[in-house]
């Protein structure tokens, strides 16, 4: 068990201020549209797992029973990790995820004493920073995001061209235009830059663009994006980042190649440069939830959901670890646990998740 959960080694004061609890009363709030329909929603309460809890989570993860899928499954999920989120957003389309209107809150919330997003401070002189969202699928985090900072300037990647197409849509019918300079499509695992780099499609008419940059072309594209900016399109356009995003991207990755992830991550960023990171925390009830199911187990702490799309279940410490050997400094870095209680059934479900806020230092 590692000691990061014990007693009051959990990254979280014991005693709870009324912050905490004014932030509490936000998320309730934030889950349900309309007041009257509150009771609807799940209540939700900040928790602190206790020993007995963790101990019985780690029998349950530890039970022999709980076996690893056999080579051919593990080579193949492994094989399948970009298309089965390009089949995800085929089926899905833009219904799975919600906007993520927390993100300031959370991260605020977080006790970050940079204050991360007093980002005026990244402003460079004409006013603007980047900002780079690695995993970006239909833009769930920088739609939000862009409509408290006007100045920032997104640039937006993803394995699934699919998820790409359909930021691009609503970008185009959003009161953002203009912010989002860049998409494209990036594998993190297979390839050290983007494979693609194109302006989004705007609907100004007469200012349409067929600009594409590729891995390996000539640094810049002919074509001009007129719409946001005179800058040609360039394969550069993924680094000198002044923030950078990994929302729930880097659990989807194979255990192996979180290392490589992280290398090509901290690359996006100028030194100084912060990463915002948020993804599930070990003994996360989901996590439990795999245990407890047979042929979903690849490895420690790493399952395959029934649609084919990876969860890895980060430890806090060796998430640091990681990111330290690759180049950033810790700025902040906690567990958030929660519990979510249905109203109606009175079934408790405990989530535990890791935020973070990383910089690059060389
Ligand atoms: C759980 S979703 C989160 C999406 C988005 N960050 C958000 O907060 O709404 C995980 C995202 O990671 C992307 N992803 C998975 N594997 C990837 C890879 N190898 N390279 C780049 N993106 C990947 C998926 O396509 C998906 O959009």
């Not at 219904?95 to 997003?117: I, Q, S, V």
């Not at 090509?264 to 599930?280: Q, S």
Request: with cysteine; hydrophobic share 35%; aromatic share 12%.
């Amino acid at each position: 068990m590692p000691s990061t959960f014990t007693d009051n080694e959990h990254g979280k004061p014991k005693l709870r201020n009324w912050k905490h609890n004014q932030v509490h009363d936000q998320h309730l709030h934030d889950q349900s549209p309309r007041p009257d329909l509150r009771w609807v929603f799940p209540a939700v309460r900040e928790i602190e797992f206790t020993k007995e809890q963790l101990a019985e989570y780690d029998a349950l993860l530890n039970d022999e029973c709980n076996q690893k899928l056999k080579d051919f499954w593990q080579k193949k999920y492994r094989q399948d990790q970009g298309k089965n989120w390009e089949l995800f957003y085929k089926r899905n389309e833009t219904n799975f995820f919600k906007d993520r209107t927390w993100l300031t809150r959370e991260f605020a919330h977080n006790g970050c004493d940079a204050d991360m997003f007093d980002l005026q401070s990244l402003s460079k002189t004409d006013g603007t920073w980047k900002f780079i969202d690695i995993g970006c699928g239909v833009g769930n985090a920088v739609f939000p995001l862009l409509k408290l900072y006007p100045n920032c300037r997104a640039y937006e990647y993803d394995v699934s061209r699919r998820a790409i197409n359909f930021l691009e849509e609503r970008y185009r019918t959003d009161s953002v235009l203009g912010r989002i300079v860049r998409v494209g499509v990036w594998d993190l695992i297979k390839h050290e830059h983007p494979q693609e780099i194109w302006s989004p499609k705007v609907k100004i008419e007469g200012h349409a663009h067929e600009g594409h940059a590729h891995e390996g072309h000539a640094h810049e594209a002919e074509a001009m994006d007129v719409t946001v900016t005179d800058l040609a399109i360039s394969t550069d356009d993924y680094r000198n980042m002044d923030v950078a995003m990994l929302m729930f991207v880097l659990s989807a990755i194979p255990i192996e190649n979180v290392q490589t992830v992280i290398g090509r991550v901290v690359k996006t960023l100028r030194v100084g440069g912060l990463l915002l990171f948020r993804d599930y925390g070990r003994y996360d009830e989901k996590e439990i939830r795999f245990a407890k199911r047979s042929q979903s187990k690849l490895d420690d702490h790493f399952y395959v959901r029934q649609d084919g799309t990876l969860a890895l279940y980060f430890d806090k410490d060796e998430l640091d670890q990681n990111m330290s050997a690759n180049g950033f400094e810790v700025v902040s870095s906690q567990y958030i646990t929660r519990q979510f209680t249905n109203r109606k059934t009175g079934q408790k479900l405990n989530r535990c998740w890791l935020q973070a806020i990383y910089r690059r230092k060389s």
